[in-house]
C-alpha cells in the first residue's frame, strides 16, 4: 500500500530524493513519516509531515539538511535529502498513520509501512 523508492549510492555532500507511493487516496487523510534503520540499529524518525502539508517536522540530526513534502493528488510524498552524511546510511522507510502528539516521532504512531530503500552514502 506504500511504496518507497529512489535510494541508491551517493557521494557525502550529495542528494537524493526519496519518493513513497500510497496505493490508496485515503492515505491523503494521514499523517506521513520518514523513518531509517542503520545496521545494527533501531528504527528512528526523520521528518513527519500531517495531512494538509502545512506542518512538518525533522529529527535534529536532519533539520536543515532535509525537507519533506507531499501532494496529496497523486498519493505522493517525497524527501529531499541534501548535504548527505555518510551517518544518513541506511534503509529509509515511508510510514502513515494518525499519530498524536507524543507519537508522532515513533514508529507506534505510524500504522501503515511501505518496503525500505537503501540509501549508502560514500565518504
Known amino acids: 500500500q506504500l511504496q518507497a523508492s529512489g535510494g541508491g549510492l551517493v557521494q557525502s555532500g550529495g542528494s537524493l530524493r526519496l519518493s513513497c507511493a500510497a496505493s490508496?487516496?485515503?492515505?491523503?487523510?494521514?499523517?506521513k513519516g520518514w523513518f531509517r534503520q542503520a545496521p545494527g540499529k533501531e528504527r528512528e524518525f526523520v521528518a513527519a509531515?500531517?495531512?494538509?502539508?502545512?506542518?512538518?517536522y525533522y529529527a535534529d540530526s536532519v533539520k536543515g539538511r532535509f525537507s519533506i513534502s507531499r501532494v496529496n493528488a497523486k498519493n505522493m510524498m517525497y524527501l529531499q535529502m541534501n548535504s548527505l552524511k555518510s551517518e544518513d546510511t541506511a534503509v529509509y522507510f515511508c510510514a502513515a498513520g494518525n499519530p498524536i502528539m507524543s507519537t508522532r516521532t515513533s514508529t507506534i504512531g505510524y500504522r501503515y509501512w511501505g518496503q525500505g530503500t537503501l540509501v549508502t552514502v560514500s565518504s
Open positions: 490508496e487516496r485515503t492515505f491523503s487523510s494521514r499523517t
Open positions: 509531515i500531517n495531512p494538509s502539508g502545512g506542518s512538518t
